[in-house]
């Protein structure tokens, strides 16, 4: 079959390279991949496996050394067959910064900033919405749809917008502004909902009633997923197949570390690492903790949380479709969902800009304010190698920046 190009079109294709099924993440039932899906039966989302035995006859680590700096670099780990074009803006293989004067004050000296702000549409999003709508398109999807609180609206349009297909996105009032004018910038359509994401979302289920709108939402469709655990594989080639000791993770609706922990599963299954693995740590925002409240009092799902309020508007996700497979990694792991405050958040926001130069979003700045918590309590210590994933870039926040800093 014939490469596609990305303005060709829509086109049925076979089923993709190595990708064998999808599975359900709760109940383990298997579901074909060869058309457009969303969750399993039972509601629960449904997760890519592959022909693993397979991809290790066909990819090794040194081939990754001559392939484009992109996350497309593990294609054979990715949905998406050879005959299928990627639908790509050149996400992937991000900053792993050394945060060489943050951590000085608690005596650390191999502190790792993971900076997705350097994706195409400002954030991580971009790696999910490349991948999803590669296999939306080669579905034949007609039109796409989910709520956002921000960054997955923007990076939906614009990779909506590269594959010609409408993206029709629905956002809480009051999300920063630059989100909405990032989606219509590409083209998407926008409407503004009073509430939170999981109002969004109503909004968008009644708007799409009867239309042809196929449904991105975080862990609704397979895909998103499989683009976000490219950063596990990121991190095992760029610290050379020896993965950190600890991974503090912004969560809102937790596909990063899903993403990440399945990453490390079918590394290991490759024989590219060990069985060792990071403890993940789940950072939320105290106004809005619903994964943390669950970690602490044992539940193997989390409640939605009421009154969701913070400034760091990724974080502010009342409930978490894969909720139960957040807890189970960061339980797995030796790690735990911890909560910080808004004022914890833009102390945070400042001190990694003035001791790194970066620009980070409030989510990025939440995991430095965990991680001083960490610290302190002893869970996490000075000498370990630990990574902080920032997701998204700080310009998109501008407004939230508190007056007294803008000076």
Request: with cysteine; proline share 7%.
């Amino acid at each position: 079959m014939r490469a596609h190009s990305l303005y060709a079109e829509p086109v049925t294709f076979g089923v993709s390279g190595f990708l064998s099924h999808l599975e359900c993440g709760r109940a383990g039932h298997t579901i074909s991949p060869e058309s457009l899906t969303n969750l399993c039966h039972c509601g629960s989302p449904l997760l890519a496996r592959y022909r693993l035995d397979e991809v290790r006859h066909s990819l090794t680590r040194e081939m990754l050394r001559a392939r484009p700096p992109t996350l497309w670099r593990y294609r054979e780990l990715l949905p998406a067959g050879p005959d299928e074009e990627p639908v790509t803006l050149g996400e992937g293989m991000t900053p792993l910064i050394p945060a060489l004067r943050l951590g000085v004050e608690f005596g650390m000296t191999d502190l790792w900033i993971k900076d997705e702000s350097a994706n195409p549409t400002g954030s991580f999003k971009a790696r999910g919405m490349s991948v999803a709508v590669t296999m939306a398109r080669a579905r034949a999807a007609k039109a796409l749809s989910l709520p956002s609180a921000g960054n997955a609206g923007s990076a939906a349009a614009a990779y909506g917008a590269r594959a010609g297909l409408p993206v029709h996105v629905f956002i809480p009032t009051d999300t920063p502004p630059l989100f909405a004018i990032q989606c219509r910038a590409f083209g998407a359509s926008v409407t503004l909902v009073d509430g939170v994401i999981t109002d969004a979302g109503r909004a968008m289920a009644l708007a799409g009633a009867g239309l042809d709108w196929f449904d991105l939402s975080t862990l609704k469709e397979p895909y998103r997923v499989e683009g976000k655990k490219t950063m596990g594989f990121e991190l095992a080639e760029q610290f050379e197949w020896k993965l950190p000791d600890a991974i503090l993770y912004p969560t809102g609706g937790g596909t990063g570390i899903v993403g990440m922990w399945k990453a490390f599963d079918e590394l290991e299954t490759l024989g590219w690492i060990g069985e060792a693995r990071p403890r993940l740590y789940s950072i939320q925002a105290a106004g809005c903790a619903p994964i943390v409240r669950a970690f602490e009092s044992g539940a193997s799902s989390a409640e939605p949380f009421p009154d969701p309020k913070t400034f760091a508007s990724g974080l502010r996700v009342p409930r978490a479709i894969g909720d139960f497979l957040i807890l189970d990694a960061v339980r797995k792991s030796g790690g735990i969902a911890l909560a910080v405050d808004d004022d914890a958040i833009h102390l945070a926001w400042r001190e990694i800009g003035r001791a790194e130069g970066l620009f980070v979003a409030p989510e990025g700045a939440a995991v430095w304010a965990g991680l001083k918590e960490l610290l302190g309590a002893g869970r996490v210590r000075p000498d370990e190698r630990v990574v902080l994933f920032n997701t998204g870039t700080g310009l998109t926040y501008a407004d939230s920046w508190a007056p007294g800093d803008r000076a």
